[in-house]
């Protein structure tokens, strides 16, 4: 059997030279432009920052990896698109913060991805929540949103670095994340008497998530100046949501507070199985490369 | 094969507009929306582009089974651009079969009901990782194949989409040739993972540039129209002839005993698929028929609500504008 580990030829560029050969059908080539854009490599985490990092890591990719669930069943094409842009922006944040997080110990995004058990996980429960129906998800990306882009544009401040260069970026695509879901709630609240209860059930199934994000740590304390204070960043959320949630007539619901624990590795009984899922493949095949 | 423009019935006239046509499609120039066309072309046209606009929606279903289970955050940041590509390739097509006086929901009521085709290809199932891969190297490439030519179709607004799509195809070609190269550089079990989706994918890939032309009743005037440019079987022999060289550079094999070169034709000879399979899919008892259809379904069936929410929300927005502007 030959193997190669030379360049591979450019697949798709020999078929179009092989039958383009007329006006027509002059197409120019796609190159691959989806390379890996994951920033701070090559930077060594400090403990305390890698463990933050993994944090807003996966935050990320948690809900990247609920949301990869939508895409070929959304309610329409558009939305397909759009949750698939979501879910691939998420994945890209979560790549530049796990590769750094994982810089403190000699580790890869992959290594941090899929060979982490749940209980070594660090995300909040909101992102773990299940995607239940579009106005379940709605509600989810709507918090998830509005915490990200507030705790983002303070982040882009951090005395790190690379922690403040990966905010940059990212805020730019979550300030579409949090608009198309903005979009959403107000088109659901504003519907059908059916869309707006739909609405209502999931902003009163996840709120109970929502107190756990703001909740500081022990790590905030020794990491003043480079992590962000959650609780400092309740008022911006608050005010936003309280400007959708006028416009859209909702109330702010009441009910209980989820004890929360996902920074210490507590989690929702739903990462569990999305792990398994997620990880399944790359866990059969240790120190394979794909 | 001579082909020639479909001849007019005995004693018929041939009308200035239609004359115009015929002389377009002579020059090789293109038809436009408010361009006067045959009722058959219309028909042969919107009949494809559909069918291959519910070909992209449906093909979403195979590759979305390994967006969760993708075995690296690269490889599934990848995947679904791809999948969210194909999304976008149904809307152009979607867009262009519109201009020809179909509606979307029109079309997608045929495709839910059943009495639309799409392509049988996306009725095998994708039971390992490997048939990432495996899609991506061959059933794209076979689709470049039968689709490159579609760029100069002569319908505009189906040659243009189809450019913009075909771009996006070679690179979906690539990215599925990197997934096997990456396996047959790999361990024992991901070659062989690589090797066994190849020999599943191979010969379904082939079926997909459609019957031999003796047994293609539509392919004769579509080419006198130029809305396709080579026959199936021309098609198949430029795909196969490119995919042996690949399969070098990746030491996989093809799974066609029967392939040799041909010094004399300058071209490979090759077995055949089995017709019989292909005529089974095509009938609606694939692998996967119903549970494509299903999913497909479900979806628009469970996204009926928020589509109304949205269509409600929408009328009332624009009724307030209206009062404000009153």
């Known amino acids: 059997m030959s193997t190669t580990t030379g360049t591979p030829p450019a697949a798709g560029d020999t078929t179009a030279a092989t039958l383009t050969s007329d006006e027509h059908g002059n197409i120019e080539l ?25 944090w807003l890591g996966d935050d990320a990719l948690v809900l990247a990896q609920n949301l990869g669930w939508w895409i070929s069943r959304a309610p329409e094409l558009e939305e397909d698109i759009a949750i698939g842009n979501i879910a691939l922006d998420l994945i890209g944040h979560a790549r530049s913060f ?13 290594e941090m991805a899929y060979f982490r058990g749940e209980e070594e996980y660090r995300s909040a429960q909101l992102f773990e929540q299940a995607n239940g129906d ?14 990200q882009h507030a705790l983002y544009e303070r982040l882009q401040g951090s005395h790190d670095e690379t922690l403040a260069a990966i905010a940059a970026k990212s805020i730019k695509e979550v300030d579409y994340h949090v608009d198309h879901a903005t979009q959403w709630v107000l088109r659901l609240a504003g519907g059908t008497a059916k869309s707006r209860r739909r609405l209502i059930v999931g902003f009163a199934d996840v709120w109970p998530y929502v107190d756990e994000l703001f909740r500081d740590e022990p790590l905030n304390d020794e ?68 | 094969m001579t082909i020639s423009l479909p001849t007019r019935p005995i004693g018929g006239d041939i009308s200035a507009e239609e004359q115009q046509f015929n002389d377009l499609i002579a020059q090789d120039s293109r038809i436009e929306p408010r361009d006067w066309m045959p009722e058959a072309y219309r028909k042969t046209l919107i009949r494809q582009i559909a069918q291959h606009a519910h070909s992209e929606i449906i093909g979403m279903q195979p590759e979305s089974n390994w967006i969760l289970r993708a075995p690296s955050l690269k490889r599934k940041a ?32 045929q495709l839910i009901a059943g009495t639309a085709r799409y392509s049988s290809i996306f009725n095998y199932a994708t039971p390992t990782w490997a048939d990432m891969g495996s ?43 990197e997934i096997l190269l990456e396996l047959m550089n790999g361990t024992p079990e991901q070659r062989q993972m690589a090797q066994e989706s190849v020999n599943r994918w191979y010969w379904p890939a082939l079926m997909m540039f459609g019957p031999p032309d003796d047994d293609s009743p539509n392919s004769a005037r579509s080419m006198a129209w130029k809305i396709k440019r080579f026959s199936n079987d021309e098609l198949r022999r430029r795909f196969v002839g490119m995919l042996v060289p690949q399969a070098e550079v990746l030491g996989l094999t093809l799974p066609d005993p029967d392939l040799t070169w041909n010094e004399e034709k300058q071209a490979y000879d090759m077995g055949q698929p089995d017709w019989d399979e292909f005529h089974e899919v095509l009938a609606g008892r694939g692998q996967m028929n119903a549970q494509r259809m299903q999913r497909r379904r ?6 009926a609500w928020v589509r109304e929410a949205a269509a409600a929300y929408a009328a009332r927005q624009s009724a307030t504008t209206e009062r404000v502007v009153a």
């Open chain 2, 78 to 109: 990848i995947l679904i651009a791809k999948v969210q590509d194909e999304a976008g390739h149904g809307l152009y097509l979607y867009s262009a079969a519109q201009t020809l006086g179909v509606g979307r929901d029109e079309m997608t009521e």
């Open chain 2, 135 to 177: 899609i991506g190297w061959l059933v794209d490439g076979a689709a470049i194949c039968n689709q490159v030519p579609l760029c100069r179709a002569s319908y505009g607004p189906y040659g243009r989409a189809m450019v913009r799509i075909c771009k996006e195809e070679s690179f979906h070609q690539r990215q599925g040739f």
């Open chain 1, 30 to 54: 796609g190159k691959l432009t989806l390379a890996a854009e994951v920033i701070g490599q090559g930077t060594v985490a400090p403990p305390a920052v890698a463990e933050y990092a993994l």
């Open chain 1, 98 to 110: 796990l590769s750094y997080a994982g810089s403190a110990s000699g580790r890869t995004e992959d």
């Open chain 1, 223 to 290: 990491l003043a100046g480079v992590a962000v204070r959650q609780s400092t960043l309740r008022p911006a959320f608050d005010t936003r949501v309280a400007a959708v949630f006028a416009e859209a007539e909702l109330e702010v619901p009441v009910g209980f507070t989820a004890t929360g624990g996902g920074r210490v590795g507590k989690h929702h009984e739903t990462l569990g199985p999305l792990l398994a899922e997620m990880q399944v493949l790359a866990r059969q095949f240790p120190g394979a490369a794909w």
């Open chain 1, 134 to 147: 579009f106005a379940h998800t709605i509600a989810r990306n709507f918090i998830a949103g509005c915490f």
């Open chain 2, 298 to 303: 479900d979806a628009h069936d469970e996204g």
